[in-house]
């Protein structure tokens, strides 16, 4: 059965053609006439006149259907005529009422312009470096390809392993779920100049590299292949050093440089958006050739699938693969293949998902807000909408004007959004910390901007439909009501109601959110290391390799530099160490303990943090030796270790570690170590990195190339200068050493969360306010609606202090429902941002608490003004109403 609305659509079409085919046919029939009319006057016969008149009007088919198609042409040109006439009044008409309302077109613009405006600046970043990570052609099929441990790893870490060459090389000749597989690997090196070395990050690649990542060198050409086999020294300058270093030489191509202690040729320059797939590595500076056969390396490797290829199948048949080119080899891997996508590896994911949700729930509360704004509006205009309607205005030219009012408002919104949206990004850009490198280069990209111009249209669609829903009673109920009273149904409280509950349970949500993570920060920065970061600063020396190839020659150095050094005003203690705070290196294997089975904590492969350190260590850095002795001897025959207080403790009474044997099997081999100490504690990676598993002090044997020295002072002092002079002084060709203060690393190592807490903090306060002002303006459209109650009951005897309680009382109780739905909702939704805190669980009651009583707070003060306006109410006024 057709219901009526469609049937009238088809008969209204059916008229329509009906007219045209009868306008055409009558038209044909005049023509005709007239002509015939016009040769019966020269003598012809009545039936040869009509004849001839047809035979010279032509193939009356062909003339009727481009007539009809001239009829339909004029009918659609004045249809579109008419229909932009009207949209230019309804648009006239719309500009003229916000213009008589513009303290509320302005809240509401303003309103939705903030919800807006926070996730566009927020989306621009998750759209930058998630949803467009790299600019690879077909970079939604990009994948990075790594190993990992398969199992026990307990560093705390996310670690991966970078494949071996013969692994890679398998997997490049008989993969079927890749279309590319492109190994690349980032080195360190030296570009020598007149002044000092400059360091430089140098990345070594294949040739189908560019290819690859849709790019091509913007001076000279690509190293081939053919080089490759050669062993050709040539290299390719990024367009940043190239326009920095050498001024953008044109003739470039084909000028050498020193890197390290290798002569290289330059032959041609790479373009600076050419990047590395892992976000937030340092730009790379030269490029230079891979040579895969080189079985001892390990290579970074990056894919693209085929279509229809997925990562679970692609990591069964990587693993089968690098099975069978180990079974050639009579070699057992421990790993197992890791393949991720790019934007899986920011090391800030997470919090970017979170910020992410923080903003989409303040878009929320400003869609509520405003949508409780137009429900108010809509309400005092029912007596003008009914009066139009009265006049003949039907429902849906009512429904198309109203749509129109709420579309110029969302687009205005979305407009502003987009521009406070820019300015936010802007903020959050200048604002980043140094660690987030990451940020610098995001922009307002057409996604985010095609996002916020839909929330706008989509808002105004939205808010249209409920001005419509709300002026939906007949004109007459609505006239009979009375020109002085305002109607109020039952069903309309309840949703301005319900909107500004949701409002309150959006926003405890971000409070109890931002309470987690300001407490986070405090407890970082509160956090006991373990050790005295206070005046501890260290200096990283690298050697050249030439001068200093044998032991002796470099144990004369910093022999040397130590005694020279400890006559530095200010300078109290000096240590060898090779891992200085903020680094770690790993021993790979099978942690066991003699003795003992391998438990659920020390089986499979793992990482095991070792530190080789003097006898100084522990002293400069003020960590105590809890039980045992330092190493007495540091032979390499009595292979003396200590531990970390945390793994003695969780395997062995007080005293029950000293004498114990550990080692790190790799394969089934390596050498017992006999624990002598056990050393407290410390964070020397960051607070927050706390871990149970074992971490082993080994002796200095043979001092290295690179290594590392603390420095313990009395007061806080620039020691970049005298380290600088008295190297140079040493010998000439050591590069300038790097000087770094402890106490700054541990400041930046919470540099980031404290960024997070920043927004956060930024976003709740911002929907605290877009709540507080919703209560405020449900309880004063209240209080507006019970004015004549409120005069009777004052009029009846009822104290002001009975008044003021029912108004509070309401606003409470919404606030409270709010709060209890926003505490059930986080109670499940703080388990997401579980891996951001530090000292403090997800189900926290202070920040639970802390949630309740500032929505309860809010509530109050939202509620002053109504209750202030309730209170003024004449009672004699109010009953005269009406």
Excluded at 547 to 557: C, D, G, V
Excluded at 575 to 588: I, K, Y
Excluded at 618 to 634: C, Q, S, Y
């Amino acid at each position: 059965m057709i219901r009526r609305g469609i049937q009238r659509a088809f008969n209204l079409a059916i008229r329509r053609r009906d007219r045209w085919q009868h306008d055409v046919e009558e038209e044909i029939k005049l023509h005709l006439s007239l002509r015939a009319e016009q040769l019966m006057a020269e003598g012809a016969a009545p039936n040869d006149a009509l004849a001839e008149a047809v035979r010279r009007f032509g193939p009356l088919a062909e003339s009727r259907a481009r007539m009809l198609d001239a009829a339909r042409y004029r009918e659609h040109r004045m249809q579109r005529t008419e229909y932009f006439a009207q949209l230019q009044q309804d648009l006239s008409f719309a500009f003229r009422t916000l213009r008589r309302q513009k303290a509320w077109a302005l809240i509401t613009v303003f309103t939705l312009a903030l919800g807006i405006g926070a996730t566009t600046a927020v989306f621009s970043v998750v759209s930058s470096l998630i949803l467009h990570a790299i600019a690879y052609p077909n970079a939604d099929r990009i994948v990075v390809v790594q190993q990992m441990p398969t199992q026990g790893n307990n560093t705390g870490l996310h670690i991966q392993i970078t494949p071996s060459t013969p692994i890679v090389n398998g997997w490049r000749s008989r993969t079927r779920a890749f279309e590319e597989l492109e190994p690349y690997r980032s080195v360190g090196l030296l570009l020598k100049t007149n002044d000092d070395p400059l360091p430089v990050n140098a990345t070594e690649i294949l040739p189908s590299f560019l290819s690859f990542t849709g790019s091509r060198a913007i001076v000279g050409r690509m190293f081939s292949a053919q080089g490759i086999e050669t062993k050709a020294q040539v290299a390719l300058l990024s367009e940043g050093l190239w326009r920095e270093r050498y001024g953008s030489a044109a003739n470039i191509a084909g000028k050498t440089i020193t890197l390290g202690d290798s002569l290289y040729t330059i032959v041609g320059v790479l373009p600076a958006d050419l990047r590395l797939p892992i976000i937030g590595r340092d730009r790379v500076d030269v490029w230079l050739p891979l040579d895969l056969r080189n079985s001892n390396l390990g290579v970074n490797v990056i894919g693209r699938l085929r279509p229809g290829a997925t990562i679970p199948a692609a990591t069964q048949e990587l693993n089968a693969i690098a099975a069978e080119v180990e079974a050639a080899s009579s070699a057992k891997s421990p790993f197992v293949t890791l393949i991720r996508r790019p934007a899986e590896l920011m090391d800030f994911h997470d919090s970017l998902i979170m910020l992410a949700g923080a903003v989409a729930l303040v878009l929320l509360v400003a869609c509520a807000n405003v949508a409780h704004l137009f429900m108010a509006r809509a309400t005092t205009r029912e007596r003008e909408l009914a009066v139009r309607a009265a006049l003949g205005a039907s429902q849906g030219r009512l429904f198309r004007q109203l749509l129109t009012e709420s579309l110029v408002l969302a687009l205005a919104g979305a407009i502003g959004g987009v521009a406070l949206g820019w300015f936010g990004l802007k903020a959050i850009i200048a604002l980043r910390p140094p660690q987030m490198p990451q940020l610098e280069s995001i922009r307002l990209d057409s996604t985010t901007l095609a996002i916020a111009l839909g929330a706008g249209v989509l808002s105004g669609v939205v808010f249209g439909v409920i001005g419509a829903f709300q002026a939906r009673r007949s004109p007459q109920d609505v006239l009979k009501a009375g020109a002085l009273s305002t109607s109020h149904s039952r069903g309309q409280g309840m949703l301005r109601s319900a909107l500004v509950v949701s409002e309150m349970a959006l926003t405890a949500a971000l409070v109890i959110g931002a309470t987690l993570l300001v407490r986070t920060v405090v407890n970082l920065q509160r956090a006991n290391l373990g050790f005295e970061p206070k005046n501890l600063y260290w200096v990283s020396i690298s050697l050249p390799e030439k001068p200093f190839a044998t032991a002796a020659s470099r144990a004369a150095f910093y022999n040397e530099f130590v005694a020279r050094f400890r006559t530095t005003p200010h300078v109290r203690e000096l240590a060898f160490t090779s891992n200085p705070p903020g680094t770690r290196s790993f021993a790979v294997g099978t942690f066991e303990i003699q003795g003992e089975a391998p438990t659920s904590t020390g089986s499979g492969t793992s990482f095991v943090d070792n530190n080789n350190i003097d006898e100084n260590y522990l002293k400069t850095m003020r960590i105590p030796i809890v039980e045992g002795t330092f190493f007495t001897d540091t032979s390499r025959a009595a292979n003396q270790v200590l531990v970390n207080a945390g793994f003695a403790h969780s395997h062995w009474p007080p005293g029950g570690s000293l004498g114990k044997r550990v080692r790190v099997a790799y394969r089934g081999e390596g050498d017992w170590s006999t624990i002598v100490g056990v050393a407290a504690d410390a964070q020397t990676t960051g607070a927050g990195i706390i871990s149970t598993a074992p971490y082993l002090y080994s002796p200095i044997r043979t001092p290295a190339r690179q290594t590392t020295i603390m420095v313990r002072t009395d007061a806080t002092v620039d020691l970049a200068g005298p380290v600088r002079t008295l190297v140079k002084s040493i010998d000439p060709s050591v590069r300038t050493p790097k000087v770094e203060s402890t106490e700054a690393f541990i400041e930046r190592t919470i540099a980031k969360p404290r960024f997070t807490m920043s927004l956060l903090t930024t976003f709740t306060l911002l929907g605290l306010t877009l709540a507080a002002v919703g209560l405020y303006g449900v309880m004063a459209y209240s209080v507006a609606q019970r004015t004549r109650e409120i005069g009777i009951r004052m009029a009846l005897g009822a104290s002001q202090r009975t008044i003021a309680n029912s108004v509070l009382r309401r606003g409470v109780m919404l606030a409270g429902l709010g709060a209890a739905i926003g505490l059930a909702g986080a109670f499940y939704g703080t388990r997401l941002i579980a891996t951001l805190l530090y000292g403090v669980a997800p189900i926290d009651a202070v920040s639970f608490a802390t949630g309740a009583i500032v929505l309860i707070v809010t509530a109050v003060v939202a509620c002053v003004v109504p209750t202030r306006r309730a209170l003024a109410v004449d009672p004699i006024r109010a009953i005269r109403a009406d």
